[in-house]
């Protein structure tokens, strides 16, 4: 069992930053990756970013924008994200998953067998 804690998630303008922490709890943390999710109202869950080792993926809408990083010693991932526009405004999750070899199945919710209770970011235009 693993659980996770979002945190970090809040109000700003936008072109603004936030960094997003995920606090990790129970099983030997460095063997799961680490992914993030957003879901706006009316949309469906999508997928931000995830950290498996030392590979990272990101949704294409985030490249160049969000940045995902682990420290296992802590059990933390983060995620931070800089030029914040009014589309990012979200509930944002951090879900653990197994470690995949396919690359694309970290982009499904379906994979990801625990989930934080998520943190709210809401971008001001």
């Known amino acids: 069992q693993v659980q996770l804690v979002e945190s970090g998630g809040g109000l700003v303008q936008a072109g603004g930053s936030l960094r997003l922490s995920c606090a990790a709890s129970?099983?030997?943390?460095?063997?799961?990756?680490v992914g993030w999710f957003r879901q706006a109202p009316g949309k469906e869950r999508e997928f931000v970013a995830v950290?498996?080792?030392?590979?990272?993926y990101y949704a294409e809408f985030v490249k160049g924008r969000f940045t995902i990083s682990r420290d296992n010693a802590k059990n933390m991932v983060y995620v931070q994200m800089n030029s914040l526009g009014p589309e990012d405004t979200a509930v944002y999750y951090c879900?653990?998953?197994?470690?995949?070899?396919?690359?694309?199945?970290?982009?499904?919710?379906?994979?990801?067998?625990?989930w934080g209770q998520g943190t709210q970011v809401t971008v001001s235009s």
């Open positions: 879900a653990a998953s197994t470690l995949w070899t396919r690359s694309d199945y970290y982009q499904d919710t379906q994979k990801y067998t625990y």
């Open positions: 950290i498996a080792w030392n590979d990272r």
């Open positions: 129970g099983r030997t943390f460095s063997n799961y990756a």
